[in-house]
Structure formats: C-alpha cells, structure tokens
C-alpha cells in the first residue's frame, strides 16, 4: 500500500528556515505529480506547492518567493524548503499524492517568537 511519511517540521522564530521532507513507498514515485498542503485551524486545507513528474512548479501566491519544492527520484522523497517563515505560516503540513486520495499523516510547523 501507498504511505507517505512526512518529517522536518517543528517550532522556529520568525524569519527562521525549515525543510520538509516526505518519503514515499508503495508507488513508482517519478510517475507521479506531488504536493503539499497545509491545514491551519479552523481554515480548510490548501494546496502550498505543486510539483509534477515532469518537474513543473506551482505555488500558493503567500509562499512565492519564500518556499521551493522538490523531489529526488532516486530517494523517492519530495521535499519543501521553507524559508522567511512567518507566523502565518503556522499549520499542519501534508504530503499529497495529486490526482490520488493518497495523504501524509502531517506534521505541525509553528511559526512563533
């Protein structure tokens, strides 16, 4: 079955840099377009970056500029590099399989002084 594990998150200062990971098993990764997705509470989730299997980008207008997503095939992992974090980043963090019902169990990034 498909499981996707996230890791990196935590607790930094404003202005501060995180990177997220997700390792992905049970797919042939390459094939597939990836995301991450982000849940602070009381919003609905939304989709922060996007990256395909042919390494097309997309983000949410608030990250551009700050965040940058990537992938090594090879690890099968994608990652989100988080940079000038600010506290309305705040959130629970989620890998996404797109086009499938495929989700990471999150991981919490606090963004506070």
């Known amino acids: 079955q498909v499981q996707l594990v996230e890791s990196g998150g935590g607790l930094v200062q404003p202005g501060g840099s995180l990177r997220l990971s997700c390792a992905a098993s049970?797919?042939?990764?390459?094939?597939?377009?990836m995301g991450w997705y982000r849940q602070a509470p009381g919003d609905r989730r939304v989709v922060v970056a996007t990256?395909?299997?042919?390494?097309?980008?997309r983000y949410l207008d608030a990250v551009k500029g700050r965040f940058t997503i990537s992938r090594d095939n090879a690890k099968n992992t994608t990652y989100l590099q988080m940079n000038s974090l600010k506290p309305e980043d705040t959130a629970v963090y989620y890998c996404?399989?797109?086009?499938?019902?495929?989700w990471g169990q999150g991981i919490q990034v606090t963004v506070s002084s």
């Open positions: 990256i395909t299997s042919e390494y097309n980008l």
């Open positions: 049970g797919l042939l990764f390459r094939d597939y377009h």
């Open positions: 996404h399989v797109e086009n499938h019902d495929y």
